[in-house]
T-cell receptor, first 115, second 113 residues
């Protein structure tokens, strides 16, 4: 089974701190995604990556950056955390070359609180 | 870009009843429509999907219908059970858009025993 793991389930940070959220997948998937989940707004795409060192902006990239130095790892970076970035963050992966090419596999999420 | 609206935001049914969740999309070029289920403390998981070349798809107690003309699609769950309680998300995408999904706002389904 595909497994997507996220470094923390809960995280509390202060305004202005630099925050790193890590995501690792074990199925050699090419695509990786970062979403934030807010009540009533569903999942909104922040950034995604098709390959190592490649990244594309999603719908809400402002205030975030990403890094993909290895195929299995995709990091989300909040350069200077703000209270409006308090949210649930979900990582996902998919593979256009697998038999389940359209399915995205999600990690359990990181609930980030910025004080 | 694509915009997906989902209704209702919350739905409460008695065990054994049916539940219907509806979504509309804006981009007529979208051709792939998955549904994800998110249980408490977990990430969303794909439960069923439909492509624009079919109008209906069933998998045991769940079914999805698609009306391309009206640009809406629906999830139907029959004989609901307490374990169906979860948040459900619809999504839409243009297949060649790099697997980018646009999600609806989610529906919290509660099945009362």
């Amino acid at each position: 089974d595909v497994k997507v793991t996220q470094s923390s389930r809960y995280l509390v940070k202060r305004t202005g701190e630099k925050v790193f959220l890590e995501c690792v997948q074990d199925m050699d998937h090419e695509n990786m995604f970062w979403y934030r989940q807010d009540p009533g707004l569903g999942l909104r795409l922040i950034y995604f990556s098709y390959d190592v060192k490649m990244k594309e902006k999603g719908d809400i990239p402002e205030g975030y950056s990403v890094s993909r130095e290895k195929k299995e790892r995709f990091s989300l970076i909040l350069e200077s955390a703000s209270t409006n970035q308090t949210s649930m963050y979900l990582c996902a992966s998919s593979s256009p070359t697998s038999g389940r090419l359209d399915e995205q596999f999600f990690g359990p999420g990181t609930r980030l609180t910025v004080l | 870009g694509e915009n997906v609206e989902q209704h209702p935001s919350t739905l409460s049914v008695q065990e054994g009843d049916s539940a219907v969740i509806k979504c509309t999309y804006s981009d007529s070029a979208s051709n792939y429509f998955p549904w994800y289920k998110q249980e408490l403390g977990k990430g969303p998981q794909l439960i069923i999907d439909i492509r624009s070349n079919v109008g209906e798809k069933k998998d045991q107690r769940i079914a999805v219908t698609l009306n391309k003309t009206a640009k809406h699609f629906s999830l139907h769950i029959t004989e609901t059970q307490p374990e169906d309680s979860a948040v459900y998300f619809c999504a839409a995408t243009l297949n060649n858009a790099g697997n980018m999904l646009t999600f609806g706002g989610g529906t919290r389904l509660m099945v009362k025993p």
